[in-house]
């Protein structure tokens, strides 16, 4: 399941009703066949810009923002790629993107939000982002959409 199928699923799960744990819902997750690992929900919580909420009566919930801040990245997604990825280079099933200093970390989440679905992680350091992909073919064609988005087609070849 691609990260943009599961980030809408757990959105709507969210919409409809109050987890208090993200043990809860992961298990609420599982159940509808998706399994993830703390480390990955809690990245995901994060990148819907999901708080945890307190009632008057003491409970917790996680609560959706209005709007939600995925749909505000996405609209500055395109503008970090654009501005900030210099290169981008593949070795066997891995990309590196090279950018000016400072802004690596804005790129690796520009590419998370791309949904790429061969997309396993990305790491960022302070020019370079390393993209981990699932086998060498996948990373070459990351590079071709990743170069299509960022408005550098032919580059990094």
């Known amino acids: ?10 959105a709507q799960m969210l ?8 043990e809860e819902l992961a298990g609420a997750l599982g ?12 990245r995901d919580l994060r990148s819907l810009g999901v708080a945890k909420r307190s009632g008057a009566d003491g409970s917790n919930w996680y609560e959706l923002p209005t709007p939600a801040t995925e749909a505000l990245d996405r609209g500055r997604q395109l503008l970090d ?7 981008t280079r593949v070795a066997q099933n891995l990309a590196v993107v090279k950018t000016p200093p400072g802004h690596a970390s804005a790129v690796a989440r520009a590419i998370d939000l791309t949904g790429f ?3 396993m992680g990305t790491v960022a350091g302070d020019d370079t982002v390393l993209c981990i992909l699932g086998d060498a ?10 170069d299509v988005l960022s408005g550098r087609t032919g580059a990094g070849k």
């Open 1 to 10: 399941m691609s990260r943009t199928s599961r980030l809408t699923t757990i």
């Open 81 to 87: 790629l654009k501005i900030f990825v210099n290169e």
């Open 137 to 146: 073919s996948s990373a070459r064609r990351f590079r071709k959409h990743l």
């Open 15 to 22: 919409s409809g009703r109050r987890f208090s744990s993200q």
């Open 117 to 119: 679905d061969a997309l």
């Open 31 to 42: 159940r509808a066949g998706i399994d993830v690992t703390q480390a990955t929900l809690s």
